[in-house]
């Protein structure tokens, strides 16, 4: 009876185990995406998990939980088991920026281990075409002379979208207005209007090509290639340390490390392959692979960086 008891109490203890390294994966892998479908979240992680996945040999099932900017599926994943069997989509905003304007159901620092950094947001700084500036220091002469008649449009409180606005009022010296608008969508079609004089977002880029807005600099590292002469955000003057919208994926806390090096290996991996770059950049995306150390510093400096911003702009989600 003893026995039986031993053998059982075993037997239930290594179900629960986390899988070993060299079994792994020997099912379909889940990744929880905290947002709907159709974002740029959904569609980065899909792009590159897809052929994650084929690269490991196991189907990977793609489980969108949206709701209260990403918190929702936030606080699911770090409940699952650390078995290499459940990660989670991430973005800069989950990471760096929404801790410092409200409680959040987890410690983006404790709950999760960093797996990789995927892509990155094209963004732009662009102008209505009525406002007469044709590049970023005739703008900022623009506000300083009309100071609280311009506005920027931003996807909503809090967001990066407004934090860019908030950034170059802060180093630029000038007072422009935030018009916050319930999605990108919406404050870009205002945008388009001439309702707001500029705005600091992805959605701006299609109508920069199609000539409808001005585009004045690139809220990224390197410029554009399909509009490289447009310079970026930094040489300008008032460039950022970081701070560009980015993709990532994370496990919980507990996976051991050869699984998550496998897996960030598969991202690298997938990251170099032609067909990924080509939907990375018709999604208006490109490639910027951090390994889990390089995402962990890069978390940290672009949190320091934000809750800077925050504090001396005074943001407020209500």
């Known amino acids: ?113 960093t797996v990789a950094r995927m892509a990155t947001s094209w963004g732009a700084m662009a102008v209505h ?21 311009v506005n920027w449009g931003s996807s909503g409180l809090g ?9 170059l009022n802060l180093e630029a010296g000038i007072k422009m207005v935030h018009v916050p608008y319930k999605g ?26 199609a000539g409808r807005l001005r585009g004045l600099a690139m809220l990224a590292d390197t ?3 399909h509009k490289s002469e447009i310079p970026t955000l930094k040489e300008t003057g008032y460039g950022k340390q970081g701070g560009d919208s980015w993709f990532g994926l994370v496990a919980p806390v507990g996976l051991p490390a050869p699984i998550v090096t496998r897996m960030t290996q598969a991202i690298d991996q997938a990251l170099k392959s032609p067909d990924v770059l080509d939907r990375l950049d018709k999604g208006g995306l490109k490639a910027t692979y951090l390994d889990p150390a390089a995402m962990r510093a890069e978390i940290d400096t672009e949190s320091r960086y934000f809750a800077d911003i925050i504090k001396r702009g005074n943001v407020k989600v209500n």
């Open 159 to 167: 967001t990066i979208t407004q934090l860019y606005g908030e950034m």
């Open 1 to 113: 009876m003893l026995r039986r008891r031993f053998v059982t109490a075993a037997v239930a203890s290594a179900a629960i185990l986390p899988a070993r390294a060299d079994e792994w994966p020997s099912r379909q892998i889940k990744i929880v995406i905290p947002y709907p479908p159709g974002g740029p979240t959904d569609i980065s992680t899909r792009i590159v998990m897809e052929k994650v996945g084929r690269l490991l040999g196991q189907p990977i099932l793609f489980d969108n939980k949206g709701g209260a900017s990403g918190m929702i599926g936030a606080e699911y994943a770090k409940t699952q088991p650390a078995d290499g069997y459940t990660f989670l989509a991430n973005t800069i905003a989950m990471m760096a920026i929404t801790r410092h304007l409200q409680p959040i159901p987890f410690d983006p620092d404790k709950d999760f281990l």
């Open 223 to 225: 410029r554009w290639p």
């Open 184 to 209: 990108s969508a919406q404050a870009t079609q205002d945008l388009l209007s001439g309702q707001v004089q500029v705005q600091f977002d992805s959605t701006v880029l299609p109508h920069i090509l």
């Open 129 to 149: 075409p009525s406002v007469p500036a044709q590049n970023v220091a005739e703008f900022v002469a623009y506000v300083k002379a009309n100071p609280g008649k």
